[in-house]
């Protein structure tokens, strides 16, 4: 069974720093691009950060560039989102993805976890 439970949201102060992780079960976490979307009320989802599936391949927004750091560790199956100097723009539900590298229509999201920015 594939599952991907994604943890580590909550509230916190603008300037402050929140680390979701996903935790990745049931296929082969290593031959999988992973990534981090958001979807804030009212607004598409969209793509935040991803990663290759060795690690070395990374891509943010611009609007989370220099602040935000995707990361994998593929013998425990986890992807980390780092996410230092929060916005109150940052506040949305935060979605793990996980997409093949070679057959790109198999793809797996988790349930969402929510961060939200504010004093």
């Known amino acids: 069974q594939v599952q991907l439970v994604e943890s580590g949201g909550g ?4 300037g402050g720093s929140l680390r ?4 990745a079960s049931g296929f082969t976490f290593s031959l999988y691009h992973m990534s981090w ?5 009212g607004k598409e989802r969209e793509l935040v950060a991803s990663i290759g599936g060795a690690g070395g391949m990374t ?19 986890t992807a980390y ?5 929060l916005k109150p723009e ?3 539900v935060y979605y793990c993805n996980a997409v093949h590298y070679v057959q790109r229509n198999t793809v797996y999201w ?3 976890t929510q961060v939200t920015v504010s004093l």
């Open 20 to 23: 979701l992780s996903c935790v």
């Open 59 to 77: 891509n943010y927004a611009d609007s989370v560039k220099g602040r935000f750091t995707i990361s994998r560790d593929n013998p425990e199956n």
């Open 81 to 85: 989102l780092q996410m230092d100097s």
């Open 90 to 92: 940052d506040t949305a």
């Open 11 to 14: 509230l916190v102060q603008p």
């Open 37 to 41: 979307y958001r979807q804030a009320p």
């Open 110 to 112: 988790g349930q969402g």
